[in-house]
């Protein structure tokens, strides 16, 4: 059990606001990937981090970025919010040679 | 580009049933994952492929691996209402895995 936490666990934003998703597990794995999952779509990769540095990215504009934490949390921040980034915003952590262990999600509606 | 593709999309199936559903993807990989999401929550881990051949069996769920063909299967067994979710594979390349879109399974009476 790694117990990922997620929070907030919904939300709801305006378009052009910014928001910060929080991650963080109790197994204190070392690499952290954020994923966007739209309605009826599998999750999207936004970006990993591994000790604090961004170790790879997906198909995402800069106004997602995001943060690790010495403690291996670890944050998402949008800004500018659109429309389409209404979404379920899932955190993932792992260890070398291991599956991916998601959180519960952030449900993040942009209205 | 890696691309994951997943078949069928929605699968409608009788309680004691058996089905398959397929991925197959576009680029060699060194590792495979089937994960199962309920409504509105997250991604349960079902199995982690590794190698060629590899077989991993979980009550009613059996998952196989073929890099040969880029080709894995989630294989159903007497299907029942509990088993009613949406599975996803992904394929892993530099522990970064990329999704397919997921099969939506309902298995009724």
């Known amino acids: 059990e790694t117990g990922v936490t997620q929070s907030p666990t919904h939300l709801i934003k305006t378009r052009g606001q910014q928001v910060t998703l929080r991650c963080s597990s109790q197994?204190?794995?070392?690499?952290v990937s954020w994923y966007q999952q739209a309605l009826g779509q599998g999750p999207q990769f936004i970006f990993q981090?591994?000790?604090?540095?961004?170790?790879g990215r997906g198909n995402f504009p800069p106004r997602f970025s995001g943060l690790q934490f010495p403690n291996y949390s670890s944050e998402l921040n949008v800004n500018a919010l659109e429309l389409d980034d209404s979404a379920l915003y899932l955190c993932?952590?792992?260890?070398?040679?291991?599956?991916?262990?998601f959180g519960q999600g952030t449900r993040l509606t942009v209205v | 580009e890696l691309k994951v593709e997943q078949n069928p999309l929605f699968l409608s199936m009788q309680e004691g049933k058996n089905y398959t559903i397929y991925c197959n993807y576009s680029?060699?990989?060194?590792?495979l994952y089937w994960y199962r999401q309920d409504p509105g929550k997250s991604l349960e881990s079902l199995f982690v492929?590794?190698?060629?051949?590899a077989v991993k069996q979980e009550g009613r769920l059996m998952a196989s691996l073929d890099t040969k063909a880029r080709l894995s299967t989630l294989h159903i067994t007497a299907a029942v209402h509990d088993l009613s979710a949406t599975y996803f594979c992904?394929?892993?390349?530099?522990?970064?895995?990329?999704f397919g879109r997921g099969t939506s399974l309902i298995v009724h009476p």
């Open positions: 993932a952590v792992q260890g070398l040679n291991t599956e991916a262990f």
């Open positions: 197994s204190g794995h070392n690499t």
């Open positions: 981090y591994y000790r604090e540095e961004e170790n």
């Open positions: 680029t060699t990989s060194d590792r």
């Open positions: 492929l590794l190698s060629n051949g």
């Open positions: 992904a394929v892993g390349g530099s522990y970064i895995p990329t």
